[in-house]
């Protein structure tokens, strides 16, 4: 799932190509992508791409006129950026852009199809997808605590929570979590000043470093196959279940709930204890993402 420094990336990307050009035609190739009717995606041809915003998981194509596309890929969406449109769509083949110096090709695997574009007219139209949390790249230690001890709930939970922070979603919870120390599990209301703000710290330097990772990678090309994932192979905790701690060398642990999984290092986080996922079943009940779309939704 394209989380926080994956928009980023993508969001540079798309601006380094095709910021200022003209989107010449629009190819749908799956009608159930669409979810708006007005104004109508034909609408935005002919139009210059002005910039490109991040609105959590979603990227917002500004154009000339003030009207967005607002991109949300969900969980397999991937863009990609090609000098021409596909002769033959693949299955995986969504919908294309089609600029003047090339075209920007949404794709999405598997079958399940959640990935989604909406068309609207105006700024404040726009501000209706915005699902309220705060921007972690720019909020201040108060804010973060205030967000953060609005409910209490376990950290997993608070830091994927859209309306609460914007862009973080299973694979970055993960590894923000692993850099503070701190269980998934932990209850928001047990946290002391100092763990607070050891979490704040953490989120800003976690992002901030994958967000550098990312530009470095792509700085000369746009992401490729594969090359946005969840399961990057520098990761310290997600997707690394049964492999070392890369701190302490004890086999990383995870926790499967519904469709989600997290990974956590028992001795760095939890003091030695390994979390069954039997016990936490009833032990997280709702305070725990049910399913993928769910923690997808900012």
Known sequence: MPELPDIVAYQECIERVARGEKLLRVRI?????????????????????????????????????????????????????????????????????????????????GTKRRASLHAVADRRTLSEHDRGGIDLLSAGLEEFSAALLAENRTLKRALTN???????????????????????????????????????????????????????????????????????????????????????GMPIQRIVYAENETNYCARCQNEDRVLADRALSRLLKSDWPRSIEEMASD
């Not at 009608?31 to 915003?53: A, N, W, Y």
């Not at 600029?99 to 920007?104: K, T």
């Not at 994932?229 to 302490?248: E, I, M, N, S, W």
């Open 162 to 248: 859209p309306a609460k922070f914007s862009g973080v979603g299973n694979a970055y919870s993960d590894e923000i979590l692993f850099a503070a120390r701190l269980s998934p599990v932990r209850l928001t209301s047990s946290l002391k000043p100092n763990e607070t703000l050891r979490l704040y710290e953490a989120a800003i330097s976690t992002l901030t470093h994958w967000i550098e990772v990312l530009r470095k990678e792509f700085k000369d090309r746009f992401p490729g196959k594969g090359d946005i994932t969840a399961f990057r192979k520098d990761f310290a905790v997600h997707g690394r279940y049964g492999k070392p701690c890369l701190v302490c």
């Open 29 to 109: 190739y799956r009608p159930f992508l669409v979810r708006t009717v007005s104004p109508p995606i034909s609408d935005f041809e002919g139009k210059r791409l002005m910039s490109v915003e991040r609105l959590g998981k979603r990227l917002a194509l500004a154009f000339d006129g003030g009207a967005f596309l607002i991109i949300h890929l969900m969980i397999a969406g991937r863009l990609h950026w090609l000098s021409k449109s596909p002769t033959r769509p693949s299955k995986t083949d969504l919908a294309c852009f089609e600029f003047q110096s090339g075209s920007l090709l949404l794709t999405e695997a």
